[in-house]
């Protein structure tokens, strides 16, 4: 079974159009975030959710938007996609106890905006 | 937040040990360093963490000195499939797990 799963794994859309990934743990885990990896390699983390409440958003466009049906769940809604969200979206996932521990990642979903 | 740097690329050959220092001079009482393998088309994979001295794992140790203003992963006998991207993250809360660019390391035959 994966840990942590992400569909779709590519995802090839126009400009402007509105777009989703999901996210699904069977970890168990309290505490689930997304990151965004550039073609520089960096991986920058965009929200964290812990037990569905957002507890990290970092400087991202409001057109990014994630949901949290319940913690085994992490979803990304993006709203009129821009040429520059092209990246490539993981999910991980964490037990959080007095640091963050060890994280999980997915596979990754590779986003090409055209 | 504990800034970390790395090499940006490094190469071994086959059966060698590689050490990648990662430096970390800003690094807090509550921080934690941790260091995860990365293989193309695939996300992150932890590796090992430690708080100070020395930690060994199956796969690989992690040397920190005593002021921890820097770490270094022990690969030992590196193999081809040990080709990728190594990660060094300093954390001490959910909300400083951004990761810099990485060490690229290419084991040669």
């Known amino acids: 079974d994966t840990a942590v799963s992400q569909t779709p794994k590519y995802l090839v859309t126009q400009m402007g159009n509105d777009k989703s990934i999901k996210c699904e743990q069977n970890?168990?885990?309290?505490?689930m975030y997304w990151y965004k990896q550039d073609s520089k390699k960096f991986l920058k983390i965009m929200f964290s959710y812990n037990n569905k409440e957002l507890i990290i958003n970092e400087t991202v466009p409001n057109r990014f938007s994630p949901k949290s049906p319940d913690k085994a769940h992490l979803n990304l809604h993006i709203n009129s996609l821009e040429l520059g969200d092209s990246a490539v979206y993981f999910c991980a996932s964490s037990q959080t106890g007095t640091h963050a521990g060890e994280l999980f990642f997915g596979e990754g979903s590779r986003l090409t905006v055209l | 937040l504990a800034k970390t740097t790395q090499p940006i690329s490094m190469d071994s050959y086959e059966g060698q040990e590689v050490n990648i220092t990662c430096s970390h001079n800003?690094?807090?009482?509550?921080?934690?360093i941790t260091w995860y393998q990365q293989f193309p088309s695939q996300g992150p994979r932890f590796i090992i963490q430690?708080?100070?001295t020395k930690v060994t794992n199956e796969v690989a140790s992690l040397f920190i000195p005593a002021d921890r203003k820097s770490s270094t992963l022990s690969l030992p006998r590196v193999s081809l499939s040990d080709t990728a991207v190594y990660y060094c993250l300093v954390e001490g809360s959910a909300r400083q797990l951004t990761f810099g660019s990485g060490t690229q390391l290419t084991v040669l035959p």
């Open positions: 430690g708080y100070k």
């Open positions: 800003n690094i807090a009482t509550n921080d934690y």
């Open positions: 970890l168990g885990h309290d505490t």
